[in-house]
């Protein structure tokens, strides 16, 4: 199922547990995340966190994905089909391992809003705009939906067969939701997309 049209309560057979953390026994959880409290000084969290982490090279798994999202405090939900997707007001963001052997990790970020198919030209302007200028990420309209609206996304691609430290996996987590929130709240200023 594509993380589009992904629905509450639906996690591939799986009955929901009550939080979106790793379990000990490496499986993922799925199901409405715990309340957290509010973060502080994010910058300083993430030195803090990622300072006395090992510098052991190891590969990428959506469980090391989780434990990364875990510690910069984003709530996510499994949705069955090996994605991790976390929700914020203005927009979803899917992390998954894509490539024929799952040593891409792609964060792709999805405003919720989406644009009328008389706003295709526009869209892709905009979009253009956003390449043109932005960093690390690319963006683009994708197809139409079922009704007829245009999605709009942004992802970061990054290849890792080779593996990834902790500390280097938190910062690209992080880093793509970073950009994925400037990216949205861009379409929604100065795009003036959204």
Known sequence: MPWWSWRPGHAGGVEPETRSRIAEDGNIRVGPPAQRE???????????????????????TLCRIGEALDLLDIRYLADGYGSLLAMWER????????????????????????VPPD????????????????????????DPTERGQLPVYAEIQV????????????????????????FVDWLHDEGALL
């Open 91 to 114: 927009h979803a963001v899917l992390f998954a391992l894509e490539g024929p052997e799952d040593e891409i990790l792609v964060m792709r970020a999805r405003p919720h809003s989406t």
């Open 159 to 182: 290849p890792l067969r080779a593996g990834a430290h902790d500390a280097l996996l938190v910062e690209m987590v992080d880093s793509g939701q970073t950009m994925s929130a400037a």
């Open 119 to 142: 706003w295709a030209d526009r869209a892709y302007r905009v979009v253009n705009e956003w390449n043109l200028a932005g960093r690390f990420g690319k963006a683009y309209v994708g």
């Open 38 to 60: 509010p973060a502080h000084d994010r910058a300083s969290t993430e030195r803090t966190l990622t300072k006395d982490m090992p510098t052991t090279v190891a590969p990428v």
